[in-house]
């Protein structure tokens, strides 16, 4: 069965320090794609990016930086030197390669990041 | 120009009434979802349409119907409102058999539905 796990509730950090928020999946499927998408406060759910199972490489987009590792089944992500308009709920979900049209995205319980001044 | 686009934003109604939610997008995508967002902020897939065919149907009551009259718009419709449907609802919309693009998802701005 398809499961992810974000074990991180809530996070609290200062602004310019780093987090990773934590995310591991399960899944049966040697083929499947894993997402980030952030939540701000105005509520709309914006994609960050999708990772395919069959490319391990690590990815970095100015401040967010994405590590894969299907060792350890995990999917974290790294928010350098933070800052205030970081602060959101961050949703890392799960896909399998069932079919082109259609799949469910299945989500994490989602970490609250709060970044204060 | 918004991509996925929901109305109303905010829908509040009382037990019992019937009440419908819109989704529009103007991607191109020939998929289209609707997703259930609890109290608790748990995301979870309730309908897939693909090319005005349903895909998934989770274990969603018979209140609630999909309707796609075309591959650009999926509708919500929800008869006999009860306290629980409070919730927040998200459409999505992909394209489909292009690959890995194909899972990803690209959604509304959500409605909120308030029953009292």
């Known amino acids: 069965a398809q499961k992810v796990t974000q074990a991180q509730t809530e996070i609290s950090v200062v602004e310019k320090e780093d987090v990773t928020l934590d995310c591991v999946y399960e899944t049966r499927d040697t083929t499947y794609y894993l997402f980030w998408y952030k939540q701000p406060p105005s509520g709309e759910l914006v994609f960050l990016i999708r990772r395919n199972s069959f490319d391990e490489q690590n990815e970095i987009s100015g401040r967010y930086s994405w590590n894969f590792q299907k060792s350890t089944s995990s999917f974290n992500f790294t928010i350098t030197a933070s800052q205030v308009v970081d602060s959101a709920v961050y949703f890392c979900?799960?896909?399998?390669?069932?079919?082109?049209?259609?799949?469910?995205?299945?989500f994490g319980k989602g970490t609250t990041l709060s970044v204060s001044s | 120009d918004t991509a996925v686009s929901q109305t109303p934003k905010y829908l509040v109604t009382q037990m019992g009434n019937d009440k419908s939610i819109k989704c529009e997008q103007n991607l191109g995508h020939d998929t289209m979802y609707w997703y259930k967002q609890d109290s608790k902020k748990f995301l979870k897939i309730m309908f897939s349409?693909?090319?005005?065919?349903?895909?998934i149907n989770e274990t969603v009551p018979n209140r609630f119907s999909p309707k796609s009259p075309d591959k650009a718009h999926l509708n919500l419709h929800i008869n006999s409102l009860e306290l629980g449907d409070s919730a927040v609802y998200f459409c999505a919309s992909s394209h489909a058999n292009r690959g890995p693009s194909s899972y990803e998802q690209y959604f509304g701005p959500g409605t909120r539905l308030t029953v009292t």
């Open positions: 349409y693909n090319n005005k065919e349903l895909i």
């Open positions: 979900a799960l896909s399998e390669a069932q079919n082109q049209a259609g799949t469910a995205l299945i």
